[in-house]
């Protein structure tokens, strides 16, 4: 079992940044491939970005390449998403998830463990 809890949300303004963390307890966190999906309401999950188990290697849906950036300390089993030039379309609840993949994993299927969410709400 591993637990997750999100934090760091809130509301900002179109242009500004926000810095969500995920920390995990229970099983070794650097054992796991680490994502960040999104949803908005009425809107399907959406894959955000995915960090490999070393931090070596990332991956990003292609609407916050160049916004958006996933890290990872994992002496403090801990995951980030750093989220610069903030858009009102970014609303939505994000929550991070571990996967046992050894492979890019852009899929909530591929995906075991979840947190329970923080609100991201971006005026314009």
């Known amino acids: 079992q591993v637990q997750l809890v999100e934090s760091g949300g809130g509301l900002v303004q179109a242009g500004g940044s926000l810095r969500l963390s995920c920390a995990a307890s229970g099983r070794t966190f650097s054992g796991y491939r680490m994502g960040w999906f999104r949803q908005a309401p009425g809107k399907e999950r959406e894959f955000v970005a995915t960090i490999s188990r070393s931090g070596g290697s990332t991956y990003y849906v292609d609407s916050v390449k160049g916004r958006f950036t996933i890290s990872r300390d994992n002496a403090k089993n801990t995951v980030y998403l750093q989220m610069n030039s903030l858009k009102p379309e970014d609303t939505a609840v994000y929550s991070c998830?571990?996967?046992?993949?050894?492979?890019?994993?852009?899929?909530?299927?591929?995906?075991?463990?979840w947190g329970q969410g923080t609100q991201v709400t971006v005026s314009s």
């Open positions: 998830a571990t996967s046992s993949s050894y492979v890019r994993a852009t899929t909530a299927a591929a995906y075991e463990y």
